[in-house]
T-cell receptor, first 114, second 111 residues
Framework: IAGITQAPTSQILAAGRRMTLRCTQD?????MYWYRQDLGLGLRLIHY???????GKGEVPDGYSVSRANTDDFPLTLASAVPSQTSVYFC?????????????FGPGTRLTVL | TQLLEQSPQFLSIQEGENLTVYCNSS?????LQWYRQEPGEGPVLLVT?????EVKKLKRLTFQFGDARKDSSLHITAAQPGDTGLYLC???????????FGSGTRLLVRP
């Protein structure tokens, strides 16, 4: 059982370029999340999805978009990357999205925008 | 402004010592979780506490949720090098789907 997979593992990107970070889960979880992790700031929620077909904004959504066409996949797109989007990005899922649910995290994507 | 403040930010101790990590807020949370993250990996859930005053034990780790549900602590007894990692607390408010994470405490246990 893979759990959550993320791709790519790392990426160096020129500013202004478009980039999609991929996230796939095989646990049939309803809820999925995208976080960014920056030194000294912990994990901050970018976007989330309670169930396939719905998405919502988190704490830091500007410059990012998501889609949830099916249960398993939750891609995160940077339409025009900027250096401040340099970060480690984590995808996570939880069974129902309840506040007490366990969130299962992927291994992360390290993104550098030059 | 960090809604959840963790202290200390960094802790380096010798194997066998005890330690306590704190997670504080001025806000009330309906539940609070503790995660541990190792380098190059995503966070892994250790425990969830939902009741004010609740204490949970996981082997040498003891977690406590404050009576007013605004703070929490993690106490490790007889720390081992395998305890090394980044410890994150995360709180949830009411029926929100969103977790709010603290900035983390980085623990190094020296052999």
């Amino acid at each position: 059982i893979a759990g959550i997979t993320q791709a790519p593992t790392s990426q160096i990107l020129a500013a202004g370029r478009r980039m999609t970070l991929r996230c796939t889960q095989d646990m049939r979880h309803n809820a999925m999340y995208w976080y960014r992790q920056d030194l000294g700031l912990g994990l901050r929620l970018i976007h989330y999805s309670n169930t396939a077909g719905t998405t919502g904004k988190g704490e830091v959504p500007d410059g990012y978009s998501v889609s949830r066409a099916n249960t398993d996949d939750f891609p995160l797109t940077l339409a025009s990357a900027v250096p401040s989007q340099t970060s480690v990005y984590f995808c996570a899922s939880s069974p129902q999205g309840d506040v007490a649910d366990t969130q299962y995290f992927g291994p992360g994507t390290r993104l550098t925008v030059l | 402004t960090q809604l959840l403040e963790q202290s200390p930010q960094f802790l380096s101790i010798q194997e066998g010592e005890n330690l306590t990590v704190y997670c504080n807020s001025s806000s009330v949370f309906s539940s609070l979780q503790w995660y541990r993250q190792e380098p190059g990996e995503g966070p892994v859930l250790l425990v969830t506490v939902v009741t004010g005053g609740e204490v949970k034990k996981l082997k040498r780790l003891t977690f406590q949720f404050g009576d007013a549900r605004k703070d929490s602590s993690l106490h490790i007894t007889a720390a081992q090098p395998g305890d090394t990692g980044l410890y994150l607390c995360a709180g949830a408010k009411d029926s929100s789907y969103k977790l709010i994470f603290g900035s983390g405490t980085r623990l190094l246990v020296r052999p």
